[in-house]
């Protein structure tokens, strides 16, 4: 339930007094200006800035530095664009924003990016277990820790996380090796939820047992296999269906948390398969329209990854959940390097098996066909993730370090790009970019286009309206899959004061950044619209929520109060129960135009 409550302009002040009950004196926390960050797709009078960033190497892979913006030309659609923005590596407040915040003082929460991580570019060890086998994963964890433990990091900051039905955080962003490597030693490996079908590199091929040898005619064979190969096909499509949904949610949960970090994010996605492309083929989409709309051919069609019509329906049952997942990925400049953890793989691994079970050359070739075009297709898929968000595929050689010395060697040759497209019509198609150097003598990787997608436009197909007045889309689902994640996300960012005031009571004092919210001009320019809301939920040590509350602010600001709301913040109080057993709060705001969300959790303080 929400309850509307409007801001009066004496909320917003210069500084904010928190005293502590602990505390002689009173605490002043004041309402900063935000630090120098890389802009993304934002709202700002109906503009959006496009920003891309462009690896450029010499011949032999190593960062061409000393670049200016004039040597680059950029296209969207094969329009040449203006470069509105450009940082070169190494800027001021992307991989080097100055000295660490002083610590919070008790009570008082925050995510902003100064406090989440050490200076440096972030990057992220994934073992995804929601698309991998126990084997694959066991493989997966040993070399994440033979990379920490050999590599000294050289101060860049590196989180762990795992993928299973949801993503969750081992080890928060550190610069010290050894806490990486005592988060990675408590993972354990899991059996797959949801196994992998036709698809995966198992020993049998159709799923069954082969017959063994004997007088089986191969007319009874092959109606044997081919009924049980109907069937697989079903268990084969719920579960790819399972973990397309999965990994299309980890995703968009890897936007949020990474978004408000300032420069590029590097994701090392351990994994044996994407279960999707990031640029699926529409169902409803002409050849025509599909030949204009793909870029440079050489993708996969949406049922190639494994055989039958009824496992190729869920990613047409997901496209526009995964076109939102790609523009999200973009928008938070997250680049993703996927490393093949089955490593190198000849595609005949099955042959002896088969063949000592007595069936004719034709099964067998047949079957190890199968195997190998399920192999192509899932490295396919690798391969245009990494192209779509601008990293690279390591398919054939599964060391991790490979993969993190790119992302690393990646960032010291990035140079972002930015401009605001010709075309301002967001009607959610795909536009391709390319851009080119003066100089010949260097390679140039970057992604290769975005969906043009209006922030909380796609979230209309799968959330209902709220009709009561303005026709806002709900987003309490998406906030409750952010507070499940254990990690602050960072979409929109705030601080706040938690105290406790009576007997089992609390305040909690929001402080948002401004800069990260939408707002809607008046026509005759004074003042503007803005609508987020604001959560705050309590919960057990066993992670079961016990109670909650939430404040919707849908307001409009005269142009000075707006303009002290953006200069210094929008400060909103929530009033709230704290029931007996609560030992942890988890607060989000909420932008309920653009559907951009900011979290962070803490423990309950005295």
Request: charged share 20%; aromatic share 6%.
């Amino acid at each position: 339930m929400f309850c509307r409550v409007q801001i009066h302009t004496a909320a917003v002040g210069l500084v904010i007094f928190f005293s502590f009950s602990s505390a002689i004196s009173s605490t002043t926390l004041h309402a900063e200006e935000p630090a120098a960050s890389l802009p993304t797709v934002t709202i700002r009078t109906n503009t959006r800035l496009v920003v891309v960033d462009a690896v450029v190497t010499d011949k032999k892979g190593q960062p061409v530095s000393g670049l200016k913006a004039e040597d680059f030309s950029l296209e969207e659609n094969g329009k040449k664009q203006r470069i509105a923005f450009f940082t070169p590596p190494g800027a001021p407040g992307i991989s080097n924003p100055g000295p660490p915040p002083s610590p919070l003082p008790p009570g008082v929460l925050s995510n902003r990016p100064e406090f989440l991580k050490p200076a440096g570019a972030p990057t992220i060890l994934l073992l995804d277990a929601a698309n991998s086998s126990f084997k694959d994963q066991a493989y997966g964890r040993w070399q994440m820790l033979k990379y920490v433990e050999e590599q000294s990091h050289k101060g860049m900051p590196m989180a762990v996380m795992t993928l299973s039905d949801h993503l969750h955080m081992l080890q928060d962003f550190t610069s010290d090796p050894e806490i990486l490597a005592t988060a990675i030693r408590n993972l354990r490996p899991q059996e797959q939820a949801r196994q992998r079908g036709a698809s995966s590199r198992s020993t049998n091929f159709n799923g069954n047992e082969a017959p063994g040898p004997g007088l089986i005619s191969a007319t009874k064979i092959s109606l044997a296999q081919a009924e049980a190969a109907g069937f697989q096909n079903l268990v084969t499509g719920y579960n790819l269906e399972v973990r397309t949904v999965v990994t299309i949610n980890a995703m968009r949960e890897l936007s949020r948390l990474l978004a408000g970090l300032p420069g590029r994010k590097n994701i090392i996605w351990v994994t044996s398969d994407f279960p999707f492309d990031l640029i699926p083929q529409d169902a409803n989409m002409s050849d025509a329209e599909m030949i204009t709309e793909r870029h440079g051919g050489g993708g996969r069609s949406i049922g190639m990854n494994v055989p039958g019509s009824t496992v190729a329906m869920p990613r047409q049952l997901h496209v526009d959940e995964i076109k939102q997942a790609e523009s999200q990925l973009a928008s938070a400049n997250i680049a993703i390097y996927p490393v093949d953890v089955g490593g190198l793989v000849s595609g005949m691994e099955g042959i002896s098996a088969v063949h000592s079970s007595g069936l004719y050359a034709d099964d067998i070739s047949q079957g190890a066909y199968r195997q190998t075009a399920g192999l192509q297709a899932n490295q396919g898929s690798m391969e245009e993730v990494a192209a779509e968000t601008g990293g690279k595929a390591y398919l054939n050689q599964n060391e991790i370090r490979l993969a993190e010395s790119q992302a690393a060697s990646d960032d010291r040759a990035s140079y972002a790009v930015g401009y605001y497209p010709d075309n301002d019509k967001w009607d959610g198609r795909y536009r391709s970019i390319k851009i080119k150097l003066e100089k010949s003598d260097t390679q140039i990787r970057y992604r290769k286009g975005y969906f043009a997608i209006e922030p909380g436009e796609a979230n209309s197909h799968d959330h209902a309206v709220d009709h009561i007045n303005d026709h806002n889309h709900n987003y309490d689902e998406d906030v409750a899959k952010a507070l499940q994640v254990n990690a602050p996300a960072t979409q929109v960012v705030f601080t706040a004061q938690t105290k406790l005031t009576d007997a089992g009571k609390m305040r909690v004092t929001f402080l948002v950044d401004a800069h990260n919210l939408s707002s809607e001009r008046k026509e005759d320019g004074n003042g503007a619209k803005m609508n987020i809301s604001l959560f705050a939920a309590i919960y057990d040590s066993g992670g079961r929520m016990l109670s909650n509350r939430g404040i919707k602010v849908d307001h409009t600001f005269d142009t000075a109060s707006y303009k002290q709301i953006m200069d210094k913040g929008m400060m909103v109080p929530i009033d709230m129960d704290v029931p007996a057993g609560g030992t942890e709060i988890r607060l989000a705001v909420v932008d309920n135009e653009t559907g951009y969300i900011g979290t962070v959790s803490g423990p309950i303080t005295q």
